[in-house]
């Protein structure tokens, strides 16, 4: 497993957003953020799970994490937009953004998917992504050294039959990731990042795989680390990238 150990506070005076961080890996970048000095955006569409993390957090990091719930799902573009709004009312800028919320949605054949599961898999991996992106675009601008992470999947690089909506989308996200980063490599000094976490601890993976031994895999706060590396300056050369955490290794800036 990747390690990485920054310095104390390397993201002090920072603010980050994450989405889906009611649990799992949104929920341990939170923390892992916080941890190092930033200021955290958390945003899910369980205003439950939302004001449990912010229980915990004000214990650890008072003032450290806003709560922002939204059901993706049911969001309509005027709802982005004042978040964007809210972003900027609150903060001089946006430093980093991480994509992290997803449906999994049906794992059936193409030939019998559901048009519901079908509609709301990409209106929460694809269309909100979008709208968030496009939102909060001007504040990460505004940033010196801003960074986007875009979360993908081993079935969004290479086509799985079973995996339908979900594949499909994260492929899409590709596209995204790859369209932003050559739109912003002259323009600005953001970094934009696709990221495989690859099988880890969480809800999403017991529901995609109900029959593995969910200790098999890797907890969340165990793959910090890479998403660490990928807010510090150290990555800076990061950019348009289709990275995996199993795989990853840092850049090596001797020469």
Not at 203 to 218: G, H, K, V, W
């Amino acid at each position: 497993m990747f390690e990485y150990q920054p310095p104390d506070n390397f993201l002090q005076g920072k603010t980050i957003l994450i989405t889906g961080a009611g649990a799992g890996i949104g929920r341990a970048c939170v923390k892992a953020y916080a941890s190092y000095g930033a200021t955290v955006i958390a945003h899910s569409r369980s205003q439950e799970k939302l004001e449990k993390l912010y229980d915990e957090m004000e214990q650890d990091y008072p003032g450290q994490v806003i709560i922002h719930p939204l059901d993706f799902a049911r969001a309509t573009p005027d709802d982005f937009t004042l978040l964007g709004q809210s972003v900027a009312e609150q903060f001089e800028c946006l430093d980093g953004l991480v994509h992290n919320a997803g449906a999994l949605g049906a794992r059936t054949p193409l030939e019998f998917y559901p048009e519901k599961d079908w509609s709301e898999v990409m209106q929460v991996n694809v269309n909100a992504v979008f709208l968030l992106t496009r939102a909060v675009l001007p504040y990460l601008k505004l940033s010196t050294d801003a960074r986007v992470i875009f979360t993908s999947s081993s079935v969004g690089r290479s086509g799985r039959g079973y995996w339908g909506a979900y594949s499909v989308s994260k492929f899409a996200i590709e596209g995204m990731m790859q369209v932003l980063a050559d739109e912003l490599e002259k323009t600005s000094t953001i970094r934009v990042n696709s990221l495989n976490p690859g099988g880890t601890r969480t809800s999403m993976r017991r529901e995609a795989y109900p029959a593995e031994d969910p200790e098999s895999q890797p907890t969340p706060e165990s793959i910090m680390p890479v998403y660490l590396y990928l807010m510090s300056e150290e990555a800076v050369s990061l950019h348009g990238e289709a990275l995996n955490v199993r795989d990853f290794a840092p850049v090596d800036h001797s020469d």
